[in-house]
């Protein structure tokens, strides 16, 4: 059976040239960058407010990213602390817009929720949150790219 993504569907793009590589493959800090993009909605819906990551961890490049793929990203909170949020990301593609679509990238991005000072600030409970939230925080989402 083909392997499943794990996660909401939070961001898709199309690899550009400008992007690459000597080699002509993506830059792998190109795919960090969407991916971190990606995790920092995730995060930042779950806490209703302003995030920052400050870590990531387990992150894998799994195969590379080719100009003219579609890169989507997908997310879902892993854990949630006092002020930290744990959100796991996969990056698929769909290799030259129409054709298979593979696993790439994976890692595990931590953020935490600030105040207007810029100081930790706790995340609010699952129940307080609005429904385009909760509604995507349980189970998986088959949304393909
Ligand atoms: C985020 C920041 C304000 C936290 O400051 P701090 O003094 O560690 O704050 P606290 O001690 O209150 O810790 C806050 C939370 O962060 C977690 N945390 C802090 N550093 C962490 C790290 N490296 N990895 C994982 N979690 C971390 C703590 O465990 C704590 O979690 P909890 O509230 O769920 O228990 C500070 O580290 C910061 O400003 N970092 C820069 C972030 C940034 O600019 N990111 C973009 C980089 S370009």
């Known amino acids: 059976m083909a392997e499943s993504s ?3 569907l939070t961001t ?3 690899a550009m040239p400008a992007d690459t590589n000597p080699a002509g493959d993506l830059f792998g800090g190109w795919v960090l960058s969407q991916m971190d993009i ?5 995060a930042g819906q779950r806490a209703q407010k302003r995030v920052v ?3 990531l961890d387990g992150l894998s490049f799994i195969r590379p990213v080719k100009v003219g793929d579609v890169l989507g990203c997908y997310t879902y909170v892993a854990s949630v602390g006092r002020s930290s949020i744990v959100v796991n990301v996969e990056a698929w593609v769909r290799r030259g817009r129409i054709g298979n679509r ?3 990238t994976e890692g595990r991005f931590t953020f935490v929720a600030l105040d ?3 100081r930790s600030t706790a995340v609010p409970p699952e129940h307080e949150l ?3 939230v909760r509604n995507h925080l349980s189970g998986d989402r088959p949304e393909d790219l």
């Not at 990606?38 to 995730?42: E, M």
Request: charged residues 25%.
């Open 6 to 8: 794990t996660g909401r």
């Open 116 to 118: 207007e000072h810029g």
């Open 38 to 42: 990606a995790a920092g909605i995730c």
């Open 12 to 14: 898709r793009t199309l």
């Open 53 to 55: 990551t400050v870590s």
């Open 130 to 132: 609005p429904d385009y």
């Open 102 to 104: 593979e696993k790439v």
